[in-house]
């Protein structure tokens, strides 16, 4: 699962018959600079969410075939919305070692 | 499996389901001259790992599944062990 800030969102005229009501979001998954600096985001991604998150919210996304198993049939999905994320606690070095 | 290293975690109070109760921990993976390398990823911890420790993370969602006894859980990474600084080395 990675981190990612949400930018916006993506509705479809024209869908895959096994989505319906969808709500996708497109997000920046954080790179290794971005918990410190808030840049160096990795590429932008289409992620499906079911939690209700918002523009600017930080999210957790779960990538690839395990992105389809909260479905019940099978869906082409490979970026799920699994956690809003309230709280990030991050320290880029350990303050103990020089 | 790749080498991380703990630098965090993350508190979620709306989630999937499945992860009621885990601990999420930021690991961020490291190439081979221990320089941060791609994004950080949130793991599952049943080793209880603490804060900058060296670790393996490994992207089995099938042990993942059945770690949180969920099998339609979308989880994936965890830490898998925690490396000796002992007895490891690069080339």
């Not at chain 2, 992207?59 to 599944?65: E, I, T």
Request: glycine share 8%.
């Amino acid at each position: 699962m990675r981190i990612a800030t949400v930018i916006g969102r993506v509705t479809l005229s024209v869908r895959h018959s096994s989505l319906r009501g969808e709500r996708l979001l497109v997000v920046l998954p954080w790179g290794p600079t971005t918990a410190q600096t808030g840049e160096g985001h990795e590429y932008s991604i289409v992620a499906y969410d079911s939690l209700g998150a918002g523009v600017g919210q930080t999210i957790g996304i779960c990538e690839s075939a395990e992105a389809t198993r909260p479905f019940e049939k099978p869906t082409p999905i490979d970026a799920f919305c699994a956690a809003l994320i309230d709280t990030v606690f991050y320290q880029a070095t350990d303050p103990h070692t020089a | 499996m790749r080498l991380a290293y703990i630098r965090g975690y993350v508190t979620s109070t709306v989630k999937h389901p499945s992860f009621h109760g885990a601990r999420l921990l930021i690991a961020q993976p490291v190439d081979q001259a221990d320089k941060p390398d791609g994004s950080p990823q949130l793991v599952l911890d049943p080793l209880n790992t603490s804060l900058h420790e060296k670790v393996i993370i490994c992207s089995d969602g099938s042990w993942a599944r059945n770690y949180l006894k969920d099998p339609r859980s979308p989880a994936r990474w965890w830490v898998m062990g925690i490396v000796d600084p002992e007895g490891s080395s690069t080339q």
